[in-house]
């Protein structure tokens, strides 16, 4: 629900979407693994590489 000039409003409902969903590809490994630790950063949790190696 939205919320602007403090009326509340309905959802946006948007019918004309794309999305591809795929397997994760090793290649796609340091990506994911730089935004985990950017989450543990954020959340002020230690990530250490054994816990890396499995995301």
């Known amino acids: 629900m939205l919320i602007d000039q403090g009326k509340t409003m309905p959802p946006v409902i948007e019918t004309n979407v794309n999305l591809v969903v795929r397997h994760v590809e090793p290649v796609n490994a340091l990506a994911w693994q730089q935004l ?3 989450y543990g ?3 002020q949790t230690p ?3 054994d816990v890396l190696d499995r995301v």
């Open 36 to 38: 985990y630790r950017q």
């Open 41 to 43: 950063e954020f959340y």
């Open 47 to 49: 990530v250490d590489d």
